[in-house]
C-alpha cells in the first residue's frame, strides 16, 4: 500500500493553490500512491458550499489515477449552521463521505458545531480521518480503529509553537491502536509545516514508533506500508485493554 500526504504552504490565491496541488497530486498518481492526504484549512477562502465543484479537477486526477484524495478540512455551511468537513474523494472520482470535526479548536467552538460519529472509509485500504485537534483525544482514534481502520491520515494545521506536543500526540495514538499515521501540515509564517508519517515495527515484543518529518515549505512524502502486519498486535492490545473497566 503505497501512502501520502501533502504539506501545503501561502499560496497567492486560491486558484494557485489548487493549480499547485493538483500537479502534486498527478505527480503522486504517477507514483502509485494509493491514498493522499492534505492539510487542513491551506486554502485562503476556507469556506466551502459546494465541495464537487471546488475540487472538480482533483476529482478527475483521482478518476484518472484510481487515487483516494482527502483534499483536506474545511468550513461546510449545513441547515443548522457550519461545521468542519474532511470530504473523500474515492478512486472514481466521485466524493464517498465526509468526516466532521469531532473537537472545534478554541475560537472555532464559537463558529462550527462538533461532529458526532467517527466514519471508516474502505477503498484500497480501511482508513479513518483525524482533524487537527481531535488527535489530541484518545477516543477519536480508538474509535476509528475498532470501527475497523487500518491506518489514520489526520489533515492539520498545527501553529509553530504547537509541533512538538503535535508529534508526540500523534506518536501516542499510532503506540495505542497499533496503526501507522500520516499527519498533513500547513507551513507558513504561522503554521510550522513539519508534516509527519508514524510507522510502527517491532522488535523483541515491543513496538517502537518510526517517524519520517517533512521539510520545509511546500513537499510531499510517499510510503510503502504492509497494513495487515499491525493486525496480531492490534488484536492483542484489544484483547489485554478489555480486561480492565
Keep these: 500500500m503505497r501512502l501520502g500526504i501533502i504539506q501545503t504552504t501561502s499560496y497567492p490565491t486560491d486558484e494557485h493553490a489548487k493549480n499547485t496541488v493538483s500537479r502534486l497530486l498527478e505527480l503522486l498518481g504517477k507514483k502509485e500512491a494509493d491514498v493522499v492526504c492534505l492539510p487542513e484549512q491551506w486554502l485562503k477562502q476556507n469556506v466551502i458550499s459546494d465541495f464537487d465543484s471546488e475540487f472538480a479537477r482533483f476529482k478527475s486526477i483521482a478518476k484518472n489515477y484510481s487515487l483516494t ?6 468550513y461546510e455551511k449545513k441547515s443548522n449552521g457550519y461545521v ?4 473523500v474523494i474515492g478512486p472514481t472520482g466521485e466524493i464517498i463521505g465526509k468526516q466532521e470535526k469531532i473537537h472545534p479548536f478554541g475560537y472555532e467552538k464559537k ?5 458526532t460519529k467517527t466514519i471508516v472509509f474502505k477503498t484500497k485500504c480501511r482508513f479513518g480521518l483525524i482533524i487537527c485537534y481531535d488527535m489530541v483525544f484518545a477516543d477519536v482514534a480508538k474509535s476509528l480503529v475498532k470501527k475497523g481502520a487500518e491506518v489514520l491520515f489526520s489533515p492539520s494545521r498545527i501553529v509553530r509553537r504547537g509541533l512538538k506536543p503535535w508529534h508526540l500526540y500523534v506518536q ?7 496503526v501507522p499515521i500520516l499527519a498533513a501540515n500547513v507551513e507558513n509564517r504561522r503554521f510550522g509545516g513539519k508534516s509527519v508519517v508514524v510507522d510502527l515495527y517491532e522488535r523483541d515484543d515491543v513496538m517502537i514508533p518510526k517517524i519520517e518529518s517533512a521539510p520545509k515549505g511546500q513537499c510531499f512524502a510517499i510510503c510503502n506500508f504492509n497494513l495487515a502486519k499491525y493486525k496480531k498486535s492490534r488484536n492483542i492490545r484489544y484483547l489485554d485493554a478489555q ?3
Design 172 to 178: 501516542v495514538r499510532a503506540l495505542e491502536n497499533r
Design 243 to 245: 480486561k480492565f473497566s
Design 84 to 87: 468542519i468537513s474532511a470530504p
Design 111 to 115: 463558529n462550527v458545531k462538533h461532529g
Design 69 to 74: 484524495v482527502i483534499p483536506g478540512a474545511f
